[in-house]
C-alpha cells in the first residue's frame, strides 16, 4: 500500500513558480514509477509528468517541457514537481500517482496507476 499527500500548490502569477510536493508512505513508492496529471474544471485529468523508481528517466507531456521539472528523493519517499513559466492554462487541480512495478513507456496511462494522492489546487492568474 501507498499513501500518497501532495502539497504546494496555491495561487501565482502568471511567469511565476511553484514547486508541488507529493509525500508518499509505504515501501512501495521507491519501486514505484511516479507520476502528475492535473484536471482542469469540466476537462478530463490528463497527463503531465512521470519519472522512472530510480530518477534516471523521465517523461513529460509536450505543454510542459521545458518549464516542469519532475524529481523525488527515495531517501524521503517524496516526489516533486518545479513549475516555472506559469500560464493560466496550468490552473488545474495537480495529482500525484504511484504505479509499483510499471515501466515508463506506460506512464502516461492512468490506468496503471494503483495509487493517487487527494491532489492540490495551483491557480495561475493572468
Known amino acids: 500500500q501507498v499513501q500518497l499527500v501532495e502539497s504546494g500548490g496555491g495561487l501565482v502569477q502568471a511567469g511565476g513558480s511553484l514547486r508541488l510536493s507529493c509525500a508518499a508512505s509505504g515501501r512501495s513508492f521507491s519501486t514505484s514509477v511516479m507520476g502528475w496529471f492535473r484536471q482542469a474544471p469540466g476537462k478530463e485529468r490528463e497527463f503531465v509528468a512521470a519519472?522512472?523508481?530510480?530518477?534516471?528517466?523521465?517523461s513529460y507531456a509536450e505543454f510542459v517541457k521545458g518549464r516542469f521539472t519532475i524529481s523525488r528523493d527515495n531517501a524521503k519517499n517524496t516526489g516533486y514537481l518545479q513549475m516555472n513559466s506559469l500560464k493560466p492554462e496550468d490552473t488545474a487541480v495537480y495529482y500525484c500517482?504511484?504505479?509499483?512495478?510499471?515501466?515508463?513507456?506506460?506512464?502516461?496511462?492512468?490506468?496503471?496507476?494503483?495509487?493517487w494522492g487527494q491532489g492540490t489546487q495551483v491557480t495561475v492568474s493572468s
Open positions: 519519472l522512472s523508481w530510480s530518477g534516471g528517466s523521465t
Open positions: 500517482a504511484a504505479a509499483p512495478y510499471r515501466r515508463l513507456n506506460t506512464a502516461q496511462d492512468m490506468g496503471q496507476y494503483d495509487y
